[in-house]
């Protein structure tokens, strides 16, 4: 199962769940979309960056951001 951990994001959007919910989509579509042959339903993306009082997130998956439009 890929597991993607992101270490940091920019300050103004780290409190914004919909912001890690778009970064979330977007990197398991660039995982799908490799050549590696990448099942979306076992990869999870988290963020590691529990700062300025907001708790660590839980991770993302390809069922939770199925709804997340990327322009």
């Known amino acids: 199962?890929?597991?993607?951990?992101i270490a940091?994001?920019?300050?103004?959007v780290r409190a914004d769940p919909q912001?890690?919910?778009?970064?979330?989509?977007?990197?398991?579509?660039a995982?799908?979309?490799?050549?590696?042959?990448v099942d979306a339903s076992k990869?999870?993306?988290r963020f590691s960056?529990?700062?300025d009082g907001f708790?660590?997130?839980a991770g993302h998956t390809d069922d939770s951001t199925k709804d997340v439009k990327l322009d």
């Open 1 to 5: 199962m890929p597991f993607v951990n």
């Open 8 to 12: 940091w994001l920019p300050k103004s």
């Open 19 to 29: 912001v890690r919910r778009a970064v979330a989509r977007a990197v398991i579509n």
């Open 31 to 37: 995982l799908v979309a490799s050549p590696a042959e």
């Open 43 to 45: 990869v999870v993306v």
């Open 49 to 51: 960056e529990a700062v």
């Open 55 to 57: 708790p660590l997130p």
